[in-house]
């Protein structure tokens, strides 16, 4: 099984290529791609940069062009649900766009894109080991809602209306239900980890550069060890 992990930024990257062997790279429409092996897994990283059209383009060439078997999008979000702490991770049941309304132009809901449910739904068979793996490591990671949307949200008042509108929501970011999407067109597994940076208020900006790089390492950490039983999952060879 070949494996595509996609993550936004430089800082989280860096974790993972420095655990591969047997290492290539290649370049396609700027976006670095890296080829390699750790402990056996054929991977594919890419640093797909920020924002939803970055993370669709990026998902796309993994499948298309390096026809990976399943994508993980790991990386950070603000931590919405209660008591959810910083550094703590949030593993996608679904997925929803924030920022999405076409309620006006037929018979859709907030959220919803035409074409699609409302919801993307992660792998459920990847979410139990990523799960089961969380725990064996002593990893505090809930299971939940995570919403996205083209806005770094650092508004107690925004964090609030996405609570209302979207029952549940865990975490919000802005990649997870872009590379959800692409996954549910192609027909391949996915699942989204994202890693509590700050927690949407109005210290959103504070918080987010001082912890995003312990958050990824937790992030890393969890699917880096993942890894073996990833791959006793049957892909399409």
Excluded: C, W
């Amino acid at each position: 099984m070949k494996i595509g992990i996609l993550v936004p930024m430089a800082e989280e990257i860096g974790l993972y290529q420095a655990e591969l062997s047997a290492v290539s790279t290649e370049t396609i429409a700027q976006i670095e791609f890296t080829i390699g092996l750790y402990q056996g897994a054929e991977l594919v990283l890419a640093q797909s940069g920020i924002g939803k059209v970055q993370a669709a383009i990026t998902a796309t060439m993994l499948f298309d062009h390096f026809d990976v078997d399943m994508i993980i999008n790991s990386g950070s979000a603000a931590g919405v649900a209660p008591n959810l702490a910083i550094g703590e991770l949030v593993l996608s049941d679904r997925l929803v766009y924030h920022d999405v309304d076409v309620t006006r132009g037929g018979n859709y809901e907030l959220g919803q894109i035409p074409g699609h449910g409302l919801y993307f739904k992660a792998d459920q068979n990847v979410l139990k080991i990523v799960s089961a793996t969380a725990e064996k490591l002593g990893l505090k990671t809930i299971n939940g809602l995570i919403a996205t949307g083209d806005q770094f949200v650092a508004d107690p008042n925004r964090v609030a209306a996405i609570k209302q509108e979207f029952s549940g929501v865990a975490a919000v970011e802005m990649e997870g239900a872009a590379v959800a999407q692409v996954a549910a067109s192609f027909g391949k597994p996915f699942l989204i980890i994202r890693a509590i940076s700050d927690n949407g208020d109005d210290s959103a900006t504070v918080n987010f550069d001082e912890f995003v790089v312990q958050a990824g390492k937790n992030a890393a950490h969890l699917l880096l060890t993942a890894l073996p039983a990833l791959q006793t999952l049957k892909g399409d060879d």
